[in-house]
């Protein structure tokens, strides 16, 4: 049986380019990054390579590009690291890498609800900021629904606001859906603070980075040797950060129109095969690759598992959280009853994703969803 | 110019085997481990499968060991989310994966000095545990000067001192430089929290494991999703857990003997060929890959510099501090001048060191060492 895989949200394979990349830094030139010798310099400068394409991407400098462990790991040090304790604003749809950080954090934090399309307004926002905020994080695409949010207008008021205050409010945001299809870029978006992931650009796991603009200090969350300059203890993960580089550097925006084409493809044809079939999120303000989709009278999971069973691979809610019996605090945010949100299922297309792919998964969905509301007898 | 690593104690290649058993991680089987269909089951086997050989390694139970994304990562688990804000008492010689978060530690932090051997002595680290001490931290073998420290001993007494105690003492060890050569049975060591890594083990950079004894609690340092059980957020770095997994299970420690050999061989040559020179640590008590000499009249750093350009890879202190101008804590723990402890270089052979490479060492020291006197004027 074909295995087609439709769930890059999750995570994607790593493309053979950055492999290939990786591959001399496990045993050839293996060296520690903090070893002042040959093999260490070699480790320093392929860091260094990574560095200024991560950078290059963002518009930033390379010195405001810092390698961590994870996407989580660097949302934990802007949301613990940056806040400094003061109060922070953030959405009710963020990742849960933003919102258990937020739930630690010592300073109060106000969430701020989505429309029933699930996007952000910008005087939503603006109206929760209090004389002591001191962060607001926002992030870029959803996971879950793959709304986009209006990043650079948060951005552009943010600094409006900070032109007033002393003690300027930092702006967050975790691009680690979106750096695949939209602009990352820094000053474009007047963030402070950006999260990208390796594994989810067709690079390696085990390996985030966090811009930080020049002059904003951000505390570490572990303590131990110097490494990254303080943000990120313990020997650098060389082979992953160089994968990393080498996956930012081949990221092609140009992939998103045909992978749209096919997502749109996906939509109609579902949505008008079979009834009672709604879509989450917004259609336009969505990223290339985001299906996510409401089934009356089915469980979402029973509906991955047939679908699994046929070698298709699709999510209910994020990866993260799907060993979970609630439902998606995402789906329950944009208004959707226990019901419906238990009845949902993410397809999340790939640059790799051909036409057959997604027509087979067409073909096979309403036979699926006929049999499972038979069972359920609704 | 053939090149000669003799700096393991920093990082070690990657065994081609490890590497092999990765590969089908990175593009092929890359699931997500969190993710419910095939792609996401896969993996987790694969995770499971690496545990089962961590726990095998230490005479552990599977759901006793937990993987993160460095031994540091580990480290600040066990002295920042085991200790609970109680007393920790510690070795003057710990690397700064463990100093530092004790130094980040709401409670109070011992620190009890080693021999001039750099021995910790039993009765040295009882004598310092009072009514509110929550953990002790003792690692296996320092990672300069490569002693072995009394692990079991202590383990046994705090067991004895544990029998009359409501709340126990933890007791962890950073076993990180130990694994290769001596045995980390959790039993026999009673412990209940000790620290691996994998890049130190002939496995990959970015992936640690802490055992953590049943009913021991450790509260996260980072926040997200749960995974790991909520030790380690974050989407699990299923290629370096699967490497890690392969590398303890080919640890032999019958290669100990003769890497002993060879370390043997250049501290009786080097210290014999070359007049002031003597060697920092114990002789008995020290792990067989590790050499530490003091050389007289010489700085470290210009030693390392001078092998380097004959493709010698050494080190001074530990590759973790190499950056720093202050001389080794380790060095001065153990009684050493800062002018000796400049002086002092760190050889640190692996299974695969030659005879051959040894002797190129031997032959090339004495009139680098002669040079650098000459210049010097001592």
Known sequence: MKKIYLDHAATTPVKESVIEEMQPFFSERFGNPSSVHRFGQEAVMAIDKARKKVAHFLGAKEREVGFTSS???????????AAGGGHVVT???EHSAVLNPCKMSSGSVTQVPVSS???LRVEDVLKEIRSDT???????VNNEIGTVQPIAEIGKAIGEINKKRKKKILFHTDAVQAANYLSCDVSELSVDLLTLSGHKIY??????ALYI???VTVSPVMYGASHERGLHPGTEN????????KAVEEIDFRKGEEVKRLRDKVIDEITSSISGVTLNGSREKRIPNNVNLAFEGVEGESLLISLDSEGIAVSTGSACASHSLSP??????????DRMAHGSLRISLGNETTEEEVDHLISKLPPIIKRLREISGR
């Open 117 to 119: 399309e699930g996007v």
């Open 213 to 215: 603009r020049e002059g």
């Open 71 to 81: 996407a989580t790991e660097a949302n934990n040090l802007s949301v613990l690291g």
């Open 203 to 208: 690079g390696p796991k085990g390996v985030g």
């Open 91 to 93: 959405s009710s749809i």
């Open 328 to 337: 998606s605090h995402v789906l329950l945010a944009i208004g959707l009853s």
């Open 134 to 140: 001191t962060l607001v994080s926002v992030m870029y």
């Open 238 to 245: 060389v082979p992953a950060i160089v994968g990393m580089g």
